[in-house]
C-alpha cells in the first residue's frame, strides 16, 4: 500500500523512478482498434516480452499501427527497465516505402547520461547526441507507462520525457476516477488517467488495476480500445 508520504509527493507531482511499478505489468500481446467517430480506422500491435539486458530484467515492447489499409504503418520498439520503464533502446520504424508519407528510422540508446543514436529520412542521416541532466523516460512511448504509475485514486504525476522530434517535456497524468470497462475476456475494473504531453490536452486512458494493462483511451472523437483482429 502506498504511503501517506508517499501519496502526498505524487500528489504535488514529479514520480521517481523507484516509485514506478512496472514489475506489475503482464507479458503477452494485445490487440487495438483505432477509432474515429465511433468506426474502426486501424488497429494497434501491443507485444510486451519478459527479458534481460546487461544482467537486468527489462521489458521488450513493440507498437505497431496500422491505418487506413497500411497507408499509415509505424512499428516503434523499446527495451526499458523492467520495474521503472526508463529506457535502454528505442527504435522506430515508419512507413514501408521510402517514397511514404513521413518515412523514418530512428534508433536510439540511452545510457551515461546520454540519449544517442541516429535520424534517418528521406532527406538524409542525422546524428543524435544529447545531455540529459535527469532520468527521462520515452516520449513516444505512452499508454504502457502511464499503466506503470504508481496509481492512487486522486493523485496526479509528471514525468520527464525526451521524444525524437519533441525534445524533452514532461507528461502529465491524473488519477480521475474508477470504472468497470467492457473487454473482449469480460468486464475488467479499471483507472480511469487522465494523461498526455499537454497539460490542456489530456486523453482519457483506461487501466486495468490488477494486472495493469492499458485498456484503451479516448481524446473527443477518436479512440483505442482492447479488441480487434491484428495482422
Known amino acids: 500500500m502506498t504511503s501517506l508520504f508517499l501519496l502526498a509527493a505524487l500528489v504535488a507531482g514529479d514520480v521517481t523512478p523507484a516509485a514506478m ?81 513521413g518515412w523514418h528510422r530512428i534508433a536510439l540508446d540511452y545510457a551515461g547520461g546520454r540519449i544517442t543514436g541516429t535520424r534517418e529520412t528521406v532527406s538524409g542521416t542525422t546524428a543524435i547526441d544529447v545531455a540529459a541532466d535527469q532520468p527521462v523516460w520515452d516520449g513516444n512511448l505512452w499508454g504502457v507507462t502511464f499503466a506503470a504509475l504508481p496509481l492512487e485514486q486522486g493523485a496526479r504525476y509528471t514525468l520527464p520525457f525526451w521524444q525524437y522530434d519533441k525534445g524533452f517535456g514532461r507528461f502529465t497524468a491524473r488519477v480521475v476516477g474508477r470504472e468497470s470497462v467492457d473487454t473482449p475476456s469480460g468486464k475488467v475494473t479499471a483507472w480511469i488517467v487522465e494523461a498526455g504531453d499537454d497539460p490542456a490536452h489530456l486523453l482519457r486512458y483506461r487501466i486495468a488495476r490488477s494486472p495493469r494493462q492499458e485498456l484503451g483511451y479516448s481524446a473527443g472523437s477518436h479512440g483505442q480500445r482492447l479488441g480487434g483482429t491484428c495482422s
Open 21 to 101: 511499478q512496472g514489475a506489475r505489468l503482464r507479458a503477452g500481446s494485445a490487440c487495438y482498434t483505432l477509432t474515429a467517430d465511433g468506426k474502426a480506422m486501424g488497429t494497434t500491435l501491443q507485444t510486451i516480452t519478459a527479458t534481460r539486458a546487461g544482467g537486468k530484467p527489462t521489458w521488450d515492447i513493440v507498437v505497431h499501427q496500422k491505418v487506413g489499409n497500411g497507408a499509415f504503418d509505424m512499428r516503434d520498439h523499446f527495451v526499458v527497465d523492467r520495474r521503472t520503464l526508463l529506457p535502454l533502446h528505442m527504435d522506430s520504424r515508419r512507413g514501408v516505402a521510402r517514397t511514404d508519407r
